[in-house]
């Protein structure tokens, strides 16, 4: 992948996400309309990345004018099925964890997702999972034993 087309993507995929966090946070986080709250550092961060995504996007668009004024032969953008079917299935992968997170808790939904994603991704290295299932085993702890916040 060239460096245009991955700076293109990237930033369409930053933007895409920064609207729906924009959307989703007053769903879940809830405060009184004009006061500042639990919400105000998410959605702040969700424009931000809304803002650079959109400028990376421009200059993006004009480093690609650019290259067709200097006579350069512009780039033709091409899906590739396979890694297209790659990005799905990882998204899949992820919106069953989200789907399936409320129901079985977060240990074994984070356990599960974190093995499926380095099993799909090739990961043979055992020392891997094992430093992924400490990592998520101490964030547990910390956070639901020690922080009492509900996972």
């Not at 004018?65 to 998204?91: C, D, G, H, W, Y």
């Not at 992968?93 to 129901?103: E, G, H, K, Q, R």
């Not at 240990?107 to 998520?136: H, N, P, Q």
Request: hydrophobic letters at 60%.
């Amino acid at each position: 992948m060239s460096k245009t087309k991955g700076q293109l993507y990237s930033s369409m995929v930053f933007l895409a996400f920064g609207i729906f966090l924009w959307i989703t946070i007053p769903m879940y986080v809830i405060v009184e309309i004009g006061k500042f709250g639990p919400q105000t550092f998410p959605q702040f961060i969700a424009i931000g990345m809304m803002l650079l995504s959109i400028a990376q996007i421009i200059a993006t668009i004009q480093q690609i004018k650019s290259e067709t004024l200097e006579n350069k032969a512009p780039e033709v953008i091409q899906f590739e099925l396979s890694n297209e079917l790659r990005v799905l299935i990882v998204m899949l992968i992820s919106t069953a964890y989200c789907v399936v997170f409320d129901a079985i808790g977060f240990l074994i939904s984070t356990l599960v997702y974190a093995t499926a994603m380095m099993f799909y991704f090739e990961v043979r290295k055992w020392r891997l999972y094992l430093v992924f299932y400490v990592a998520i085993f101490l964030l547990y702890i910390l956070f639901a034993k020690l922080m009492h916040v509900p996972l």
